[in-house]
């Protein structure tokens, strides 16, 4: 269950997407929802300028990499328009680059975790019976267990001893390794509320009418299920974006996220704290982006909750 | 009831089973085992010292064979010896608990006396100024990244103000109750801030539902009071959801905890968990973790069981509870 939607335990809630002819009345309570709509232009913002990292800074002409023992600890000036962090590196370049790196592995991991939580809630939803009675018990199990310990052994296993030395030789490879972990883990929300709507989606005429026209099952779901449950679908990968970016920042941080010399949000804080006293501010920068972003896609989600499916709101004007 | 509370605690015990040997395995496969730490530290020894000593602790054998082992003596409370602290994991283990209970059931008692509060006042007034305000502050909490809360609140108070602590348990020499208090003020209010939002939120949704039902409006018309209304008869039905999900929600309250520990190195079982892994302590790391499961599989079954308690609508086959 998660911290923005507590009420979604009630599996009868079909959602129905915005289909062409209500597209409009979609964008209107979308667009009364100002806090989603200035998530979504902030969002907007920092997706172009990651996007535009290399561009910017070969423009201002600072690498996010460049070590210099003579520019340590630089207060805010015209060349370093945030300074500089403890090996002299350019604060407000590396923010940009972390920025690819945190939204990039968020986005792909929330999409995979959905991809997973869709299919076992598709499939327990629509199968039933034992086939529902065990893929929930996992799921229930799944989300009973203290996850950050968990993802903090999973960043820890040895990739050689499960005889992948030539991914763990990868620069990017622990880029990789946040998107598996946090897919492995992390897919359960979606699992039960596809479940959820899938249930009720099941008792549909149009589901009927399909199977009584010769539909087969997997046609069915494809086809006929899956675009009328789509809407909860988009706000849970909104949500958990969120989500992602936090257990990446916090694993970073902790030194088993992203690997420097690679930029993460998370990474960039690593030695915040031993810092604080002489650098107190290159612990404000990268956590603010961190949260900034995050709570941009909650309000976010919560926009679009209001917009797809106004009904699940017990307080809808 | 009596067969429900049965099938809950077999389900319980075999999820910790199967967690126990996951966890087994991930600790197999983090990096270097117990003996090529000692080899790496001792340039005395031979590679035939050091196939003994494999075989002595019985790292030579299948993993399926060690891990039966391993579960063999589990079952009897040894864990095993810890690498970091030389003395028996259960040793380290049960003041660690301890610790991490106080700093948890402080602010899991702050948090819900402070958000329940705020969580009905929003529902009261929904879509007024206060509401967007107290909607605006649980996004702000449930979107903070913990430890960077942590360390904006060592700034604050620790660096710029000098007020507190920045970390530790107590001052060197004096570990007294008392002394204890200054340092665990910080940790205690990160952790609280952390869960107050979501709680808030809960408490909110909640009791608008309830506001709503027909049995207010009934006591409305008898003229009951509102703060009669409000506080005795809906919030009774609304905080029942309330405590089942922060009950379930126990394993984010849990990896909350490690953050804020590890951050103000209070000592805990969360930090515990953390150094064990980083420190390649295998036996501490392990029980560390399945005490933390159990903990959060004991959460909620403790959940389930006061749902059907408070709830006397639930029932279980024909059996009414």
Known sequence: MSATQPDLSAGARVALGPSRSNLGLFFARFLGHRAAVASLVVLAVMATAALCAPLISAAIGHDPNAVSILRRFRPPSSVNWLGTDHIGRDLFIRLLYGARISLFAAITAALVAALIGTVVGLVAGYVGGWVDAVLMRFTDAMLALPQLPLYIVLAAVDLKKLGLAAVAQDEMSSLWRIVFIVALLGWTRVARIVRGTTLAARQEPYVRAARALGAGHARIMAVHILPNIASPIIVAITLTIGEVILIESVLSFLGLGIQPPLASWGNMLTNAQEMLWRAPMLAVWPGLCIFVTVICFNFLGDGLQDALDPRSRPDAR | ?321
């Open chain 2, 1 to 321: 009831m009596a067969r429900f509370l049965i099938d809950r605690l077999l389900q319980a015990t075999f999820v910790l089973l199967a967690m126990s040997f996951v966890v087994y395995l991930l600790i197999w496969l983090m990096p270097g085992d117990p003996l090529d730490l000692q080899l790496a530290a001792d340039p005395n020894m031979t590679p035939e010292s050091a196939a003994i000593l494999r075989r002595v602790y019985g790292l030579d054998r299948p993993l399926w064979d060690r891990y039966l082992e391993w579960l063999a003596r589990a079952v009897q409370l040894d864990f095993g010896p810890s690498r970091l602290f030389k003395v028996p994991a259960m040793e380290i283990l049960v003041p660690r608990l301890g610790n991490t209970l106080i700093l948890l059931g402080t602010a899991l008692t702050l948090a819900m006396l402070i958000g329940v509060p705020l969580g009905v006042y929003a529902a009261r007034h929904p879509h007024s100024r206060i509401d967007n305000a107290i909607n605006l502050l649980c996004f702000a909490g449930i979107s903070m990244p913990p430890f960077w809360m942590a360390l904006l609140f060592i700034l604050l108070f620790a660096v710029t103000l000098g007020w507190l602590p920045a970390s530790g348990m107590h001052p060197v020499g004096q570990p007294g109750l008392l002394d204890r208090i200054p340092f665990l003020v910080m940790p205690v209010m990160v952790l609280t801030l952390l869960n107050l939002g979501a709680y808030t939120r809960y408490t909110r949704a909640s009791m608008l539902t309830a506001l709503r039902a027909d049995y207010v409006r009934t006591a409305r018309a008898k003229g009951v009071p509102e703060r009669t209304i409000v506080w005795r008869h809906a919030l009774r039905n609304a905080v029942i959801p309330v405590v089942t999900v922060i009950a379930l929600e126990f394993g984010a309250l849990f990896s909350g905890a490690l953050i804020t520990e590890t951050m103000f190195a209070y000592q805990g079982m969360g930090k515990m968990i953390y150094d064990a892994i980083s420190g390649n302590d295998y036996n501490l790391a392990l029980v560390g973790l399945l005490v933390a499961t159990f903990t959060v599989l004991l959460a909620s079954f403790l959940a389930d069981v006061a749902y059907v308690l408070l709830d006397p609508r639930i029932t279980f086959g024909e059996q009414r509870t």
